[in-house]
């Protein structure tokens, strides 16, 4: 009898995870049945989607507390579900706070449950490692510091590398990817992602068109691209760009999406096609770290949302110095990052158009981030999914 795996994916990064450890599950047993909550990616690997990811999706406290009600409907739909009906195992993809809770429970029912992509407490709250003891069997860890991590904690763990690595070229082709986008071959060209999230593009896409602005007066013929994730990102960030026009940019979506790299994110093309880049903290700087390309990292917070932060954590900054995740891994300022009061449009835009001009820096970062990309490689979807079917047939 094919198995049952529960899973649940809450942010775009998740679903191309899962997507792909799907697949990897897929290749060892045909008729296994995933069901749960998940997004495109997901669903295109057959997956049976319960409620949409961005049921999920949130950021921060505040907005978590303005969607309490819909997260609490969707929680205690898929929690019923599995508990009458129990899965072989549940695999929860990121989205710690609602997916730990809900490991919990289901283990607590006798469902082994497994965690992929363990959450960053080497940088904030390392006492919810308590919390994952007692709510997961088994974690899926991507960076090889955290495997020794939850090893020393008593936590049984694998290290699967991460799936971005391996469906990254090492050696990315930036003119064939301008030609795939018909841009100018010869000119610099920035691509600038100010985030997935609503409240991000509210917050972060104001100074980083203005830091776009100051970088055109300086290079009249700078050509700047700006992935989106969605067309309702789309439409929000219009609304930026109206307030803050930058000339010539060239905003990307799924259906903008050139032919010639089936399955691929457009930010992967926009990121393979840049001289440099303007992003947002998050998994986005993981994949241009594996473009090879230097960047600039920021972010801000607002000073009600820091304030709910410190509150929550009971810590005024991370444990390291390092926000941006190539950094953390390379554990070296390699690229720089720009938070806070220093997310200022002249700050960003001096910082940026040095990582668009300065070669002898880009030689050395992509150096850097070379070794990196081949310290993550493994075949990500064929250990994670080994791992997930271990458990299902091991004790919870």
Request: proline share 7%; with cysteine.
């Amino acid at each position: 009898m094919s198995l049952s795996i529960g899973m649940v994916a809450g942010e775009p990064s998740g679903d191309l995870l899962a997507s792909r450890v799907i697949a990897g599950l897929r290749q060892r047993d045909a008729g296994l049945r995933c069901q749960g909550i998940g997004g495109p990616a997901m669903d295109a690997a057959g997956f049976e989607a319960w409620h949409p990811m961005h049921a999920l999706t949130v950021f921060g406290y505040v907005d978590a507390i303005k969607r309490l009600p819909g997260l609490l409907r969707t929680y205690g739909d898929v929690k019923r579900r599995w508990l009458n009906q129990p899965p072989s195992v549940f695999v929860g993809v990121d989205a710690p706070d609602f997916n730990l809770k809900l490991e919990h429970q289901l283990r607590q029912a006798g469902t082994p449950t497994v965690h992929f992509v363990g959450p960053s407490i080497w940088a904030w709250r390392y006492e919810r490692i308590h919390k994952i003891r007692e709510a997961v069997s088994h974690m899926l860890v991507l960076f090889p510091f955290e495997e020794d991590l939850y090893r020393k904690e008593g936590i049984p763990v694998t290290y699967v590398g991460h799936p971005l690595a391996d469906a990254i070229p090492v050696q990315p082709d930036r003119q064939a990817a301008r030609r795939r986008l018909g841009l100018d071959e010869n000119a610099r060209v920035l691509a600038i992602l100010p985030g997935s999230r609503s409240s991000e593009i509210r917050i972060l896409a104001p100074r980083f068109l203005q830091a776009a602005q100051r970088l055109q007066r300086r290079d009249p013929g700078l050509i700047c691209i700006v992935p989106m994730v969605n067309a309702q990102r789309r439409r929000e960030f219009d609304t930026v760009l109206a307030q803050y026009p930058v000339r010539g940019l060239r905003c990307l979506t799924a259906d903008d999406q050139p032919s010639g790299k089936d399955g691929w994110p457009v930010a992967w093309t926009a990121l393979e096609a840049s001289d440099a880049v303007l992003v947002a903290s998050g998994t986005a700087t993981l994949e241009t770290a594996l473009f090879k390309r230097p960047m600039v990292i920021s972010y801000y917070l607002s000073p009600w949302m820091r304030r709910i932060m410190s509150w929550k954590s009971g810590q005024q900054r991370p444990y390291l110095p390092w926000v941006g995740l190539p950094n953390v891994l390379l554990r070296d300022f390699v690229v720089p990052e720009l938070l806070q009061d220093d997310a200022t449009p002249d700050k960003l835009a001096e910082a940026t158009w040095t990582a668009l001009t300065d070669d002898a820096q880009a030689a050395r970062v992509e150096t850097r981030f070379t070794a990196m990309h081949r310290d993550l490689t493994r075949d990500t979807a064929s250990l994670a999914a080994r791992a997930i079917l271990e458990v299902a047939h091991g004790p919870a």
